[in-house]
Nanobody, 123 residues
Framework: QVQLVESGGGLVQAGGSLRLSCAASGRTFSRFTMGWFRQAPGKEREFVAAIRSGGTTYYADSVKGRFTISRDNAKNTVALQMNGLKPDDTAVYYC?????????????????WGQGTQVTVSS
C-alpha cells in the first residue's frame, strides 16, 4: 500500500514557476514508476510526466522543455518543477504510482493516486 500527498500548488502569473512535491509512504517507493497527471475542468485527466525507478524520464509534448520531473528514493519523494507556465497549464495536478510501468501515459494503469493540488496560471 502506498499513500501519496501532493503539495506546492497555487496561483502564478504566466511565465512564472511552481514546484510540486509528492510525498509517498511505504518502504517500496523505489520500485514504483512515478507519474504526474493533470485534469482541467471539463477535460479528461492527461499525462504530464513520469520517472522510472532508475531515473529515466518521460514528458508530454506540451510540457517538454518547461517541466522537469525528479525523484529522491531515499526521501520517498517525487517533484515536478514547472517553468514558463501558461494559462493552459491550469489544472488539478495529481501524483501517481505505477508498479509495472508499462504504459506510462495511461492513467488507468497507475495503482495509487494522491488527492491532487490546484495550479492556476493567470494571463
Amino acid at each position: 500500500q502506498v499513500q501519496l500527498v501532493e503539495s506546492g500548488g497555487g496561483l502564478v502569473q504566466a511565465g512564472g514557476s511552481l514546484r510540486l512535491s509528492c510525498a509517498a509512504s511505504g518502504r517500496t517507493f523505489s520500485r514504483f514508476t512515478m507519474g504526474w497527471f493533470r485534469q482541467a475542468p471539463g477535460k479528461e485527466r492527461e499525462f504530464v510526466a513520469a520517472i522510472r525507478s532508475g531515473g529515466t524520464t518521460y514528458y508530454a509534448d506540451s510540457v517538454k522543455g518547461r517541466f522537469t520531473i525528479s525523484r529522491d528514493n531515499a526521501k520517498n519523494t517525487v517533484a515536478l518543477q514547472m517553468n514558463g507556465l501558461k494559462p493552459d497549464d491550469t489544472a488539478v495536478y495529481y501524483c501517481a504510482a505505477d508498479l509495472w510501468g508499462t504504459r506510462l501515459q495511461v492513467a488507468a494503469d497507475y495503482d495509487y493516486w494522491g488527492q491532487g493540488t490546484q495550479v492556476t496560471v493567470s494571463s
